[in-house]
């Protein structure tokens, strides 16, 4: 099962799921745009709850709070994805990065935009290609930023339900030349794992690498 990250929608892991459902029994990549964080760990976890043995979760990006809270996986892949405790949020752990790292996330947050309600948010298009597709080639990243859309922004203050990645199998996947959020908050997520895998991806290893990145999910099968 593949959870996708915030802006993202189950069309850009298109190629990742044609090649797991190589070996794979079955692939399933759940749509959670514009749920809370607390919804989409729900509407996951019920699929989850009937599958007919406990899958591999991967989630990708802010994905990765969804994976990382479900119970009954067999093991749970983090790439470079948000490892969260139950007490913490991403606007929470980006806020202290920033208080010592003023710089840190300055890329990022000057890609997001608001709606003047403050009812969704998205990532500028002109800026969403060097912050997720910096190593895709150029019809690559050209039809990934086609694909994103909107999501809400209440992710940034909502925590998971709970922190089942303490007790599931995890592998965290680290992205080495990332361009969306700091270094030091990949390595604690990282630190947070049962082990640890390095790709010299920049964020979307799935369209940038993705016989790399499915070589190393199925390996947790």
Known sequence: ?????????????????????????????????????????????????????????????????????????????FLSGWVLDVDETAGGMLAKVGADDPAASSDFLRALQLSVDGSSAWIAPAAARDLFYSDCP???????????????????????????????????VSTRHDRTWPASLASEFAQRCGHVVTIETGHSPYLSAPDLTASVILDCL
């Open 138 to 172: 150029p019809e690559v990243a050209d039809h990934a930023v086609e694909l994103l859309r909107p999501d809400t922004p209440l992710n940034f203050e909502l925590s998971p339900t709970s922190a089942a990645w303490k007790t599931t199998p995890s592998l965290y």
């Open 1 to 77: 099962m593949l959870v996708h990250g915030s802006y993202h929608q189950p069309a850009h892991y298109a190629e990742l799921v044609s090649r797991l459902r190589k070996v794979a029994s079955s692939v399933t990549v759940p749509d959670i745009g514009m749920l809370p964080l607390t919804r989409s760990i729900a509407l996951v976890q019920d699929i989850v709850d009937q599958a007919a043995s406990p899958p591999v979760v991967v989630g990708h990006s802010f994905g990765g709070a969804v994976a990382g809270a479900l119970h009954g996986a067999r093991h749970v892949v």
